[in-house]
């Protein structure tokens, strides 16, 4: 399975989480602050360092889950993080089970509150995923 691939299937279970509006992928910074309008709640993907060890490639991700808090009223923040470790948790375990792959290592959770265009809360986890090299998909 590609990186590629990997990614795309990423995208495609977190767009069917019922809490994620929009998933996106890269400068997380500047897609957050540059586009207003986007619709909360998001699933943005980051790259680590990948690796392929004795057949198995180790893809290695930062998936943030992000929502949007008041600008007066932050007492919502511990329920979204709550949600989105869940939602993360739940893109993980598919993928997994839709693709006979593994988590390799510790996952780190890391709660956050952060202004992009908009106050926001969310948490995040550095993961990788495990995969046979050999293993395809159809496009």
């Known amino acids: 399975m590609t990186l590629n691939q ?17 998933v996106g992928q890269g400068d997380l910074y500047r897609d957050l602050n540059s586009n207003p309008s986007l619709r909360y709640d998001i699933v943005y993907l980051t790259q680590n360092q990948h690796q392929t ?12 889950y992000i929502s949007r808090i008041g600008d007066f009223d932050a007492t ?3 329920q979204i993080q709550s949600i989105g470790k869940e939602v993360i948790e739940n893109i993980v375990r598919i993928f997994c089970e839709q693709y006979d792959a593994d988590v390799y290592g510790t996952t780190y959770w890391q709660p956050f509150t952060q202004r ?19 293993t395809c998909i159809d496009e």
């Open 6 to 22: 990997v990614v795309k299937e990423i995208h495609k279970i977190a767009l069917a989480q019922k809490n994620v509006r929009y």
């Open 53 to 64: 060890v004795e057949g198995f490639d180790r893809y290695s991700f930062n998936i943030f």
């Open 76 to 78: 919502n923040t511990l």
């Open 116 to 134: 992009f265009a908009d106050l926001t809360a969310g948490i995040y986890a550095q993961i990788t995923i495990e995969i046979a090299a050999s």
